[in-house]
């Protein structure tokens, strides 16, 4: 029988007709090793134009999964590319070692009652074993780097040198401490990052509460009336009951009309776009028997349902007709628009309310509610509002809520005192630190081009940066206060040099 294969004019290769990479990868990633193939490429490139590829670290913790996969082996084929387009590239390959996700993993294993010292040298042990498996593994992927001389965060150096980054931040007057209401995890007992938040559907419940008129003849004349008939409230809808002892201001939309709405035993200002959407709910009847711009109710005082306190009426911009009363009930704690609003209308620090603790309970001192939990407290103050006659309504909704991204627990909005960098802080030279950005961004080349809007954008719009934290595995602030003034030290910047020469030396 005639072999046709003999007949073939084929080419003669070494080559074994089957692939076999789960026996041959880690030959051919062993060989690499043995004849020091990265430190060849820097030897063959020192001479050469250098092209330096940025690499944002992944986290230490964890094994890798697709998304570093793709990360990683994209960096290796631009490094790799640009080596044989005549560059000298070298790939420094590094780890994000500080952080919540680590500490709450230590406490997860060891306890939370742990002593502060205890805590970093137990992250600084598990950080160091994710870094050498996840190495192993981004190895294993054939990624060509300077595996055995990687950058670490938390490396005495890398603390040291943040340190002084924000000594120099300190140092130019972009630092500055402030109460503000900012992203706070109970689970955590901490502040959050904005990228630290993520989103999820949430069973919330909601309520519409009656506050009674404090200042009757002010109210009528705002209405265009020479007084009142009966008694009257203004109604505010919310879907955090937990929030209502901290009130302390309601806030109206300027240019709305608001509604005095007769239904009967009483008088309810209501926005007029909604009162037929609210009397449907409350089940009453009514007529409005005179309306008035939402500027006309400014400063007119109601009281709060429970507590022996006025809730004076605020003029904003962000209350909206979408649902609810278009009241918006404001505690300045607890919401960052109410904050800046009370602000606005002169509350100092000292008379904002912050009843909730760390740990989402209310203090002990808080009548009705001390020493209960938020999330628990709801029923109990549902309850509280139908004793006192203020409740119109209550319901349970479903809706998009702000969750921890490790807890995956609900998050609140908390005033607390925190240190921030200023965006828009005056330095004491140059711009602000939102203009420097953006001027960079505008400068730089993107690929794709459509990420420098995006970064653009989110930087034109981002808040002060939040950047204390209550925990211990993280490079600290090391300021020094007056203990009665709160003002930073006059040679803040120069302890802060003196602090990260300790740290270069022994860690944080």
């Known amino acids: 029988m ?11 290769t070494a080559f074994p007709m089957k692939a076999g990479l789960p026996q041959r990868e880690p030959q051919i ?15 063959i490139g020192k001479d050469r134009p250098k092209f330096v590829l940025h690499d944002g670290p992944p986290y230490a913790n964890g094994k890798i999964h697709i998304g570093h996969a793709l990360n990683k082996i994209l960096k290796d084929m631009i490094v790799r590319s640009k080596t044989l387009s005549g560059f000298d590239a070298p790939y420094v390959p ?10 709450h993993k230590v406490e997860v294993t060891h306890g939370k009652h742990l002593t502060a010292d205890r805590t970093r040298e137990l992250c600084r042990e598990y950080a160091a074993e994710q870094i050498e498996g996840q190495k192993a593994e981004f190895i294993r992927l054939g990624v060509l780097g300077d595996w055995d001389n990687p950058y670490k965060t938390m490396n005495f150096v890398n603390e040291a040198g943040e340190i002084r980054a924000l000594a120099e931040m300190v140092k130019q007057g972009f630092v500055f401490k402030g109460l503000k209401p900012v992203n706070w995890c109970l689970d955590c007992g901490s502040a959050l990052a904005e990228a630290e938040v993520e989103y999820a559907d949430k069973k919330s419940q909601t309520i519409d509460v009656a506050f009674p008129v404090a200042d009757e003849a002010k109210l009528a004349a705002a209405f265009g009336l020479a007084s009142l008939a009966k008694p009257a409230a203004i109604v505010i809808w919310t879907t955090t009951p937990w929030t209502i002892p901290a009130n302390q201001a309601l ?3 300027p240019e709305f009309k608001y509604a005095l709405v007769d239904t009967g035993e009483r008088l309810l200002v209501l926005a007029e776009e909604l009162v037929e959407s609210c009397l449907k709910r409350y089940n009453l009847e009514g ?5 008035a711009q939402g500027s006309a109710l400014e400063l007119i005082n109601f009281r709060h349902p429970f507590y022996d306190r006025l809730s004076p009426v605020y003029l904003a911009d962000y209350v909206e007709l979408g649902a609810g009363t278009g009241v918006v009930h404001s505690s300045p704690a607890y919401g960052e628009d109410d904050f800046v609003t009370c602000k606005r209308y002169g509350m100092v620090n000292d008379d904002i309310l912050t009843p909730v603790q760390s740990n989402g309970v209310y203090i002990e001192s808080l009548p009705f509610f001390g020493g209960q939990f938020i999330w628990k407290a709801n029923p109990a103050i549902v309850d509280k509002l139908s004793e006192v006659g203020a409740l119109m309504h209550t319901e349970t909704i479903s809706h998009s809520y702000m969750h921890c991204w490790r807890h995956k627990t609900p998050l609140i909005y908390r005033a607390t005192a925190q240190w921030f960098v200023g965006m828009d802080k005056q330095p004491t030279t140059g711009e602000p630190l939102r203009e420097r950005a953006l001027k960079a961004i505008e400068d730089t080349r993107f690929v794709p081009a459509w990420g420098q809007a995006r970064l653009h954008s989110m930087i034109a719009n981002r808040p002060d940066w939040c950047i204390s934290r209550q925990r211990n595995w993280g490079v600290p602030i090391p300021f020094f206060l007056h203990k009665q003034t709160g003002e930073l030290h006059p040679r803040t910047v120069e302890l802060m040099e003196a602090v990260a020469k300790r740290v270069e030396q022994e860690g944080i």
């Open 2 to 12: 005639t072999d046709y294969k003999a007949t073939l004019n084929l080419p003669d």
């Open 29 to 43: 990633l062993q060989r690499w090793d043995s004849i020091g193939l990265y430190q060849k490429l820097r030897e």
């Open 94 to 103: 590094g780890w994000d070692c500080h952080g919540l996700p680590i500490e």
């Open 251 to 253: 806030n109206i939309h």
């Open 287 to 291: 007529s409005v028997i005179a309306t």
